[in-house]
């Protein structure tokens, strides 16, 4: 089984300014990861996944992730946000074997970017 | 861009009372799952469903719950008698064939049972 700890449930954050979404998993296996990002009213969007490869994941908007495996930590960053970019993030984790496509979500942070 | 949808946005029912959420997958997609959030808590996963046919499912999902694909774009998940502690976001996702691994998720449904 595996579990994902967020442990920031909220951060507030200045519009231009760094930001890092901690993300940390446990997991007996390999595993893929996931960020999701959810908009007010929306459904969770794919904002980038690391399955294999480069450790460092780009995805949209701006946001990159790194898988650091000896840490088992998965953590999201953009250099510099926007207001566009409040809403709520979501890190996830699957088993990377065949059989279950299951994601497993952490409890989410919400970013709010202040003007 | 292609989108998973959800009806109806909000649900409000009474305890014991049957609902049923409506999700429309993305066209062409062949693998669907079912989702939820407690307020306040984890989004957990419910079931996953290919081929007609449950493919797994997580001790949530017990026997008051059941899904259906009744025609080429609908899947469903009916609650048969509801309880207060069903009260969540209920989130569809579809993913596109085994190669693919990002689920698409719609906006959710919200249940709120009295």
């Known amino acids: 089984a595996q579990s994902v700890t967020q442990l920031d449930s909220q951060v507030p954050v ?9 993300c940390n998993y446990s997991s007996s296996v390999s595993v893929y990861l996931f ?5 007010p009213n929306q459904g969770l969007q794919l904002l980038l996944k690391y399955l294999s490869g480069s450790t460092l994941v780009k995805g949209i908007n701006g946001f990159e992730a790194e898988f650091n495996k000896s840490q088992t930590s998965f953590h999201l960053r953009k250099p510099s946000v926007h207001i566009s970019d409040t809403a709520e993030y979501f890190c996830a984790v699957r088993n990377s074997g065949a059989g279950s496509y299951q994601l497993t979500f952490g409890k989410g942070t919400k970013l709010s970017v202040i003007p | 861009e292609p989108e998973v949808t959800q ?23 062949l693998y669907f799952y079912w989702y939820r959030q407690i307020l306040g808590q984890k989004v957990e996963f419910l079931v996953s469903f290919y081929n007609n046919e449950i493919s797994e499912k997580s ?9 259906e694909r009744p025609d080429g774009s609908n899947f469903t998940l009916k609650i048969r008698s509801t309880k207060l502690e069903d009260s969540a976001m209920y ?13 698409y998720f719609g906006p959710g449904t919200r249940l709120l049972v009295l």
């Open chain 2, 91 to 103: 989130f569809c996702a579809s993913r596109a064939d085994r190669r693919q691994e990002t689920q």
């Open chain 2, 7 to 29: 009806t109806p946005s909000h649900q409000v029912t009474q305890m014991g009372q049957e609902v049923i959420l409506r999700c429309v997958p993305i066209s062409n997609h």
């Open chain 1, 35 to 39: 960020w999701y990002v959810q908009y």
């Open chain 2, 59 to 67: 001790e949530i999902f017990d026997d008051q719950f059941s899904v």
């Open chain 1, 14 to 22: 200045f519009e231009e300014a760094p930001v890092e979404l901690r």
